[in-house]
C-alpha cells in the first residue's frame, strides 16, 4: 500500500515534469533558424506548396495555438508528421524505439552484470593485482567515450578477425520475424525463430559491448569502493566471527547494501544509453531512436524533435521511479525511515 | 558454476545458428547512400531517392549517356510547330509489376499526381504543363503553359505509376480533397511501377531491397543483380569493413580522401572518379560595392589560384570553364577560362573605380558550415586577393543561414561559395536557375544579375524545340555570362566511388556516364559476378 502512494505521487510530480519538458523543447524547436518546411521539400519546391505543408502543421499559427495542436493530438497518441519520414511519428517511434531499448537493455545487463562482478572481485582482493587490473580498467573505459570503443571494436573483431556482422540487426537471407514487440530478438524467441535470434544475437555482440562498456567501467568502480569500505566494518567481522561462510558473507551481508550507490547510478546510465547510443548506432548503421533524434534534430524536424525529447524524458522518469524501489527494497533502513515517517 | 557454463554453451549455440546466413554465392548489389529515401515518384529527388526510383519504374524516354532523349516508354514522338503540344505514341508490352499493362491513363494519372503534389521533381512540370490529355489507351498529350524546348528532358523525371494500384490505396481524408493523400502513405514503401526491380522490402532509415522484375519487358542480362541493396549509411570505418569483407560492392560519393585512399588499397577494389554535372562557384554579388565593379570582378578572377584548388583542395576536379559543367549537353567548350595570372589581375584592378579606395572596403566571403573543405578554398581566395591588395573577411555559416540571407539583396555577402548542378541534363537548366532574374532571392543566385537582356536570352532559348538551335543559343548566352564575369567559376565536381571492380562491372566506371543524377546507379546495366567474389574471399 505505501508502495503504491509512493509511486502515485510520484507519477503525480512526474507529469509536471513533463509538461515543463514539453514546452521548453517546443519553443526551442521553433525558434532555431531555418525553414523546417523548405528543407523537407527542397529550395525548388513550389511556393505554394510549401504553404500547403504549413498550414497542414498549423505551423502558419501563433505558437500557443502550434502547442494546443500539439498536446491535443500528443493526448490522443497523435505525436503529429514527421518531415521527413514522411509518416506519423508514432509510427517511427513503434519502429525505432525497440531497436534501441533492445540495443540498451543488453547493454544494461552487460554492464550491471559485469560491472557488479568485476568491482566485487576487485573490492574484495583490494590492493592486489586483480584489484588494480580492475582499476586500469575503469579508468579507461570512463574516459574513453563509446564511439571510439565502437570504432575500435569494428576494426578490430569486424575488419580484421571478422568475427562478428558490421552493420544492421540481421543478415541478409535470415527471416525477419514479425514485430511483436519489434525487439528481434524478442520476437524470434516468441516465434521460435532460432536462426533470427541466433543472427540477432551476433549483430548485438559489438554495438551492445561498445555502449556498456563506460557504464560498466563505472559501476565497477563505485562497486570496489563500496564494497572495499563496507569490508571494514565491524557487522562484517562479527559476521566472520559467528563462522559464516565466506560466500555467505560476500553475496548476503556484503554485496547487498554495497550496491545502493551502484544502483542508483546503473538507472541514470541505463536511462543515459538511450540518449548516448547516437554514434553506436551511426558506426554500426543500427536503426535505432537515438539516431533517428539527433537526425530530426539536424534537420529540424519539429514533430520528431518534440517526440524523441518526451519519450527520452518519460524513460528518464520511469527509471528513477524504479531506481527508487529497487534502492528502498535493498536497504530496510529507508523503507523502515518511511513507515516511521507516517 | 554448472548452471552458469550451461547457459553460456546454450546461447553459443543459438548465437552460431545465426551464422548460417546468406550465402556469398548470390547475385546481389549492395550500395551506400546517404538517406533519407523517398520511393513515391512525386516526393523524392535527391540522389539516393533518384537512384532508387530509376530502378523501380519506367518513363517516356530514357537518358543516353550523353544526355540525349531514347525512346523507351515511348516509341516516338511529336511536337505542334508552336511548341505547346507534345505527343507521345506508347508501347504496348510495357507490364506494372502486378502484371496489369501500363496505358496512357496511367501516365495521365502519373503527371496529374506529380503537379498537384508538387514536391519532389513537381517543380519541372508545376506551371508548365497545363492538362495532359488521353488520345487513347497508348497515346498521350501534353499541353504547355509556353514552349519550352528542354521539355523532353524533363520527362526523365516523370516516373509511371500504376494508377489503379495507387487509387486502390488511397488513404481518405487527406489534403487533396477526393484525392485523399494521394497514395502517399502506400508509396512511402511501396511500388507502383515498371520497372526492372520491385520492393521487396524498404525498412525507413535503414535499407531498401528490391529484387529482379521476371517479367520486365526489356531483356535483363542474366548477370545483372537479383537482388539490390539500398543502405543507409555513409560512416568510413563502416564503409572500409563492409567493403573488405565483400559485404558492399559500391559506396557512397561522401567518402572522405583518406577514406578513399584506404579502400583503394583493399584488394579488388577501385575508385570510380567521373563528373556528375555540379559546379563549384564563387558567386559575386554584383549590386554590392566593391563587387558592383566588372574590372573589380575581373581583377578577382584573375588573381584565383585554380591550380591549386583543383590539385590540393579537391583534388581529382576540373577546373569548370564557364557557367556549365562541360558533360552537361549544351555546354560551350570554347568558353573563356580564366587562369592565374597576377599581372592582368592588377591591371584589370587599376581600371575599376575602387582602385585607389582598396583599404576602405573589404569583400565578404561566407562559405558554407556543412562543409568544411570550403574553408581552404576561402581561405585560399583571401591570400590570393591579398597578393593584389584586396581585403577579404572569411565567414563561416551554417547552410540553413546562407540560404536565409541569400533571400535579400541587403543581407547577401559579397561572395558566397556553393556547389550546384542542373535540375534537368541540359545547360538551359542551370542557365535559367543561375542567372535568371527570377533565381535572384534563392540560394542558387547570389549574384543578382537582373540582367533583363539576358532574361530574354534565356527564355528564348528555352522557349526554342530544336536541340540545335537551343544550344547555339545556350553557347551565346555562356559567353555573355562570362563576360560579365559575376561568377568565378571554380572546378567541376568529381564524384568519387569505391566499387569491387574484381567482381563488379559498373559501366559508369568504365567512362559510360549518363549526366542525370540516379541513372548512374540503374542496375540493369551493373553485372556482378558471384564466382569472382568467391574466388577473392577464398584468396
Given at each position: ?342 | ?39 513515391d515518384p512525386a ?65 495521365k494519372f502519373s503527371m496529374d499526381r506529380i503537379t498537384t503534389i508538387?514536391?519532389?521533381?513537381g ?38 505509376l500504376?494508377k489503379?494500384?495507387v ?9 487533396y480533397?477526393?484525392m485523399?493523400?494521394y497514395g502517399k ?355
Amino acid at each position: 500500500m505505501k508502495i503504491l502512494r509512493f509511486v502515485a505521487k510520484r507519477l503525480f510530480m512526474s507529469i509536471f515534469v513533463l509538461v515543463g519538458l514539453s514546452i521548453l523543447i517546443f519553443l526551442i524547436s521553433r525558434v532555431l533558424p531555418g525553414d523546417p518546411v523548405r528543407m523537407a521539400l527542397g529550395p525548388r519546391a513550389p511556393e505554394w506548396a510549401v504553404q500547403n505543408m504549413r498550414e497542414q502543421m498549423h505551423l502558419d499559427k501563433p505558437l500557443y495555438v502550434q502547442y494546443y495542436y500539439w498536446l491535443s493530438g500528443a493526448l490522443h497518441g497523435d505525436l503529429g508528421q514527421s518531415l521527413f519520414t514522411r509518416r506519423p511519428v508514432m509510427d517511427d517511434i513503434k519502429e525505432f524505439l525497440p531497436a534501441t531499448m533492445e540495443l540498451a537493455l543488453f547493454a544494461g545487463l552487460i554492464m550491471a552484470i559485469f560491472g557488479i562482478l568485476l568491482g566485487a572481485i576487485a573490492g574484495r582482493y583490494s590492493n592486489t593485482w586483480i584489484d588494480n587490473s580492475v582499476r586500469i580498467f575503469s579508468y579507461v573505459g570512463v574516459v574513453t567515450p563509446s564511439f571510439v570503443f565502437a570504432i575500435l571494436f569494428l576494426l578490430l573483431f569486424g575488419y580484421l578477425l571478422r568475427w562478428f556482422p558490421t552493420a544492421g540487426r540481421l543478415s541478409p537471407g535470415i527471416m525477419r520475424p514479425p514485430a511483436i514487440t519489434g525487439m528481434v530478438t524478442l520476437d524470434s524467441l516468441i516465434t521460435g525463430n532460432w536462426a533470427a535470434l541466433g543472427d540477432a544475437l551476433w549483430h548485438m555482440v559489438l554495438p551492445a559491448v561498445s555502449l556498456a562498456l563506460g557504464g560498466m567501467a563505472q559501476e565497477a568502480r563505485i562497486t570496489r569502493s563500496t564494497i572495499s569500505d563496507n569490508l571494514r566494518k565491524d557487522y562484517i567481522g562479527a559476521a566472520r566471527g559467528f563462522g559464516i561462510p565466506e560466500r555467505l558473507v560476500m553475496l548476503k551481508y556484503l554485496l547487498k547494501p554495497s550496491l545502493i550507490p551502484t544502483v542508483s547510478i546503473l538507472g541514470l546510465d541505463f536511462a543515459s544509453l538511450l540518449a548516448n547510443a547516437f554514434l553506436v548506432e551511426l558506426i554500426f548503421n543500427w536503426p535505432g531512436f537515438s539516431r533517428y533524434g539527433i537526425n530530426a534534430m539536424l534537420r529540424k524536424d519539429l514533430n520528431a524533435v518534440s517526440a524523441v525529447v518526451m519519450v527520452l524524458g518519460v524513460v528518464f522518469v520511469t527509471v528513477n521511479i524504479l531506481v527508487d524501489l529497487v534502492v528502498a527494497w535493498l536497504d530496510p533502513r529507508i523503507r523502515l525511515g518511511a513507515e516511521r515517517g507516517k | 558454476m554448472r548452471k552458469v557454463l550451461v547457459c553460456v554453451l546454450l546461447a553459443l549455440a543459438v548465437t552460431s545458428v545465426g551464422l548460417l546466413a546468406l550465402g556469398d554465392g548470390e547475385r546481389v548489389l549492395r550500395v551506400t547512400f546517404a538517406w533519407p529515401t523517398y520511393i513515391d515518384p512525386a516526393v523524392g529527388s535527391d540522389f539516393s531517392s533518384s537512384s532508387s526510383l530509376v530502378n523501380l519504374y519506367d518513363t517516356l524516354v530514357y537518358p543516353d549517356v550523353d544526355g540525349s532523349p531514347l525512346p523507351h516508354v515511348a516509341t516516338h514522338w511529336e511536337t505542334s510547330d508552336d511548341g505547346l503540344v507534345w505527343t507521345f505514341y506508347l508501347r504496348d508490352d510495357v507490364k506494372f509489376h502486378d502484371g496489369t499493362p501500363l496505358t496512357a491513363e496511367d501516365v495521365k494519372f502519373s503527371m496529374d499526381r506529380i503537379t498537384t503534389i508538387g514536391e519532389g521533381y513537381g517543380f519541372l512540370f508545376v506551371g508548365r504543363v497545363t492538362e495532359t490529355e488521353v488520345v487513347d489507351d497508348h497515346t498521350v498529350r501534353f499541353h504547355l503553359s509556353e514552349p519550352f524546348g528542354p521539355f523532353l528532358t524533363t520527362l526523365y523525371r516523370l516516373y509511371i505509376l500504376n494508377k489503379d494500384l495507387v487509387e486502390a490505396n488511397i488513404k481518405r481524408p487527406g489534403p487533396y480533397g477526393d484525392m485523399g493523400d494521394y497514395g502517399k502513405e502506400f508509396l512511402l514503401t511501396h511500388d507502383a511501377g515498371s520497372g526492372p526491380y520491385m520492393v521487396k522490402e524498404f525498412r525507413v532509415e535503414e535499407e531498401l531491397v528490391m529484387v529482379k522484375n521476371p517479367n520486365y519487358w526489356l531483356p535483363l542480362d542474366p548477370e545483372t543483380p537479383d537482388e539490390v541493396r539500398f543502405i543507409g549509411t555513409t560512416e568510413p570505418a563502416t564503409i572500409r569493413t563492409m567493403m573488405a569483407r565483400r559485404e558492399l560492392e559500391i559506396s557512397d560519393q561522401w567518402q572522405p580522401e583518406e577514406a578513399l585512399q584506404a579502400l583503394d588499397n583493399i584488394e579488388g577494389v577501385d575508385i570510380a572518379a567521373f563528373s556528375p554535372g555540379t559546379e563549384f562557384y564563387l558567386m559575386i554579388n554584383t549590386k554590392k560595392p566593391p563587387t558592383d565593379d566588372i574590372h573589380f570582378r575581373r581583377a578577382m578572377a584573375w588573381a584565383m589560384d585554380y591550380q591549386t584548388v583543383v590539385e590540393h583542395i579537391f583534388p581529382g576536379a576540373n577546373q569548370a570553364r564557364g557557367p556549365v559543367p562541360q558533360n552537361l549537353p549544351g555546354a560551350d567548350p570554347t568558353v573563356f577560362q580564366f587562369h592565374r595570372d597576377l599581372n592582368r589581375a592588377r591591371e584589370e584592378l587599376q581600371k575599376s573605380k575602387y582602385h585607389d579606395q582598396l583599404d576602405q572596403y573589404e569583400v565578404e566571403f561566407h562559405w558554407i558550415a556543412e562543409v568544411p573543405a570550403e574553408e581552404k578554398v576561402a581561405l585560399l581566395f583571401m591570400a590570393n586577393m591579398a597578393e593584389i591588395g584586396i581585403n577579404v573577411k572569411v565567414v563561416k555559416v551554417p547552410w540553413m543561414s546562407v540560404v536565409e540571407e541569400m533571400a535579400q539583396l541587403e543581407t547577401s555577402p559579397h561572395i558566397v561559395s556553393v556547389f550546384d548542378s542542373s535540375h534537368y541534363p541540359e545547360a538551359g537548366s542551370l542557365l535559367e536557375s543561375r542567372y535568371h532574374s527570377s533565381s535572384a532571392p534563392t540560394w542558387e543566385q547570389n549574384e543578382w544579375l537582373l540582367d533583363p537582356d539576358l532574361d530574354a536570352m534565356i527564355e528564348d532559348a528555352l522557349a526554342t524545340v530544336d536541340r540545335e538551335e537551343r544550344f547555339q543559343k545556350y553557347a551565346e548566352i555562356q559567353q555573355y555570362i562570362v563576360d560579365l564575369c559575376p561568377t568565378i567559376f571554380l572546378f567541376e565536381q568529381v564524384e568519387k566511388h569505391a566499387y569491387q571492380s574484381a567482381y563488379v562491372d559498373w559501366p559508369t566506371a568504365r567512362g559510360e556516364v549518363n549526366p542525370v543524377m540516379g541513372y548512374n546507379m540503374a542496375a540493369r546495366f551493373i553485372k556482378v559476378y558471384p564466382e569472382k567474389k568467391q574466388e577473392l574471399l577464398g584468396g
